[in-house]
């Protein structure tokens, strides 16, 4: 049972970047995805999240029209592109799975905008 992140990285301002997120040993489309990040010296933060289904998703306000969560079930397989990336994004980014009975946390991944 894992989630793996990919993706990440260094990007000027104003760039983009697409984290991915892959799933193994559970019944990914029964789970909600998440992404969440944690800059150094703050909590960990929702950044956007996706229902089981990719119906529904929702995000922070910092991130509104910048940033696009989606996943494909078939593959089990969560995404974030981000674009239009400000330094104040340089985080660590981890995804999360959860449902009812469970929560399952990536290992997280660095992502540093900067010139």
């Known amino acids: 049972v894992q989630l793996v992140e990919s993706g990440g990285g260094l990007v000027q301002p104003g760039g983009s970047l697409r984290l991915s997120c892959a799933a193994s040993g559970f019944t990914f489309s029964r789970y909600r995805m998440s992404w969440y990040r944690q800059a150094p010296g703050k909590g960990r933060e929702l950044v956007a999240s996706?229902?089981?289904?990719?119906?529904?998703?929702n995000y922070a306000e910092s991130v509104e029209g910048r940033f696009t969560i989606s996943r494909d079930n078939a593959k089990n397989m969560a995404y974030l592109q981000m674009n239009s990336l400000k330094p104040e994004d340089t985080a660590v980014y981890f995804c999360?799975?959860?449902?009812?009975?469970?929560?399952?946390w990536g290992q997280g991944i660095q992502v540093t905008v900067s010139s």
């Open positions: 999360k799975a959860d449902n009812s009975f469970r929560t399952l």
């Open positions: 996706i229902t089981s289904g990719g119906s529904s998703t």
